[in-house]
C-alpha cells in the first residue's frame, strides 16, 4: 500500500490544530527550529505511550538540536492533556479529530488489524527544517526505538 506523501525538498504543508490546552498552533510559525511531526493512532494507547515517554525521555537531546516535537492524532485536546499529565510528556499534542492534517500528510489510509480493515493513521514521522522546509519522512517507525532513531537521523540531516 502507498501512501500518497508529501514530496521531501518542498516546503512542508502548512497547518493550525489546537493542543492540548486548545491554544492554536501553526506549523508556518515555528520557523528558525527543526520541527518533528510524528502521527500516531491514538493516544494512551500501549504503543503509543511507549513512543511518546521515549520523545519525553529525549527532550534535552532534541532541545540541543533545536527540535520542537509535535505529536498529531485523532484525539480531542481534552484526552490529549490526559495523556500528557498521565505520562508527563514535555511537548505538544495536537488534535486532529477530522483527520484533515493526516490527510494532508497523506497518513490517513485504509489499515488492516486483527483481519479488519479500517481509515486511520499511520504511524509516520516528518521531519521540517527551520526554513519549513520538509527533509526527511520516517515511513517504518518503531514505537520502541523511535526516539533513538530520530536522533540519528536528525545528527545524518
Known amino acids: 500500500m ?4 508529501p514530496a521531501i525538498g518542498q516546503p512542508a504543508p502548512d497547518f493550525t490544530a489546537l493542543n492540548q490546552k486548545e491554544e492554536e498552533v501553526t506549523l508556518s510559525q515555528l520557523k528558525g527550529k527543526k ?3 510524528y502521527f500516531y493512532p491514538k493516544a494512551m494507547t500501549p504503543g ?5 515517554c521515549g520523545l519525553r525521555d529525549t527532550q534535552a537531546e532534541l532541545n540541543k538540536r533545536n527540535v520542537v516535537v509535535l505529536g498529531l492524532s ?5 484526552r490529549l492533556q490526559k495523556f500528557i499529565d498521565r505520562d508527563e510528556l514535555n511537548f505538544d499534542l495536537l488534535s486532529d479529530e477530522d483527520h ?3 490527510e494532508l500528510y497523506g497518513v490517513w489510509d485504509m489499515k488492516k488489524f486483527m483481519g479488519r480493515e479500517f ?3 499511520h504511524r509516520l514521522t516528518f521531519i521540517v527544517d527551520e526554513e519549513g522546509t520538509l527533509v526527511h519522512i520516517m515511513e517504518k517507525v518503531k514505537t520502541k526505538s523511535h526516539h533513538d532513531d530520530l536522533l540519528a537521523v536528525l545528527d545524518a540531516l
Not at 2 to 5: G, P, T
Not at 48 to 52: D, E, L, R, S
Request: aromatic content about 0%; proline content about 9%.
Open 2 to 5: 502507498a501512501l500518497n506523501l
Open 35 to 37: 520541527v518533528v511531526l
Open 48 to 52: 503509543c505511550t511507549v513512543q511518546a
Open 74 to 78: 485523532p484525539d480531542a485536546p481534552k
Open 100 to 102: 484533515a492534517i493526516a
Open 119 to 121: 481509515m486511520g493513521v
